[in-house]
């Protein structure tokens, strides 16, 4: 079983709408959660963190998490062409060095 | 602010040849230091991680090696590449604590013939 999983996509939504990317994490103790966004050839950049059960708003960013259901998800509200990228999942794994499993990314599309 | 460099941006290689990438991280102390690959349209995978000079663990065996010589230098080698080693090689670093993200290097496009 993959630790961290997303489905690869591509997920196509038009321009102004929500796009919603989900993730599941099989370590029931982790503690940290985060989405990248990667641009073709680029590095992935941070976008969001969450630590807490809920909701986390940051500008047209909001992450979810449910560590009941163990799952983690980012809507992006009024999504622009410029959106379109591969989002990442990253989950901290318990242990001596704390390091981050990442998903192997969900591919966005954002079309006129 | 912190700042990480990663050269070079691209190399080409033959087979055989040997590998040298560095990685330097300005704006702090005692970073954790990483080493990822991503193959063309695989995920990350987690090569090497440093949590201090001279301290190096392999996650993936291969003919790889990291050495990190100062405190925020850390170096990617091979004393001979092989097809299967092209891919995105990017460096990173983060503070320990379950809380602390991944702050990534823009990558070293490696294309091994």
């Known amino acids: 079983q993959k630790e961290v999983e997303q489905n690869s996509g591509p997920l196509s939504v038009p321009e102004g709408a929500i796009a919603s990317l989900n993730c599941t994490y099989s370590?029931?103790?982790?503690?940290?959660f985060f989405w990248y966004r990667q641009y073709s050839g680029k590095s992935p950049e941070l976008i969001m963190f969450?630590?807490?059960?809920g909701d986390k708003e940051d500008g047209r960013f909001t992450a979810q998490l449910n560590k009941a259901s163990q799952y983690v998800s980012l809507l992006i509200r009024d999504s622009q062409p410029s959106d379109s990228a591969t989002y990442l999942c990253?989950?901290?794994?318990?242990?001596?060095?704390?390091?981050?499993?990442f998903g192997t990314g969900t591919r966005l599309q954002v079309f006129p | 602010s912190q700042t990480i460099h990663q050269w070079p941006a691209t190399l080409v290689q033959p087979v055989g040849s040997p590998l040298s990438l560095e990685c330097t991280v300005e704006?702090?102390?005692?970073?954790?230091l990483y080493w990822y690959r991503q193959a063309a349209g695989r995920g990350l995978q987690l090569l090497f991680y440093?949590?201090?000079?001279?301290?190096i663990s392999s996650e993936v065996p291969q003919n790889l090696s990291a050495s990190r010589p100062q405190d925020r230098q850390f170096i990617l080698s091979s004393k001979k590449l092989l097809l299967s080693d092209s891919g995105f090689y990017l460096c990173?670093?983060?503070?320990?604590?379950?809380?602390?993200?991944?702050?990534f290097g823009n990558g070293t496009r490696l294309t091994v013939t």
């Open positions: 990173a670093w983060d503070w320990t604590g379950e809380n602390s993200p991944l702050h």
């Open positions: 440093s949590v201090g000079i001279g301290q």
């Open positions: 370590d029931r103790g982790s503690q940290s």
């Open positions: 969450i630590y807490s059960n």
């Open positions: 704006g702090t102390s005692n970073p954790n």
């Open positions: 990253a989950v901290n794994h318990l242990g001596n060095t704390d390091k981050l499993i």
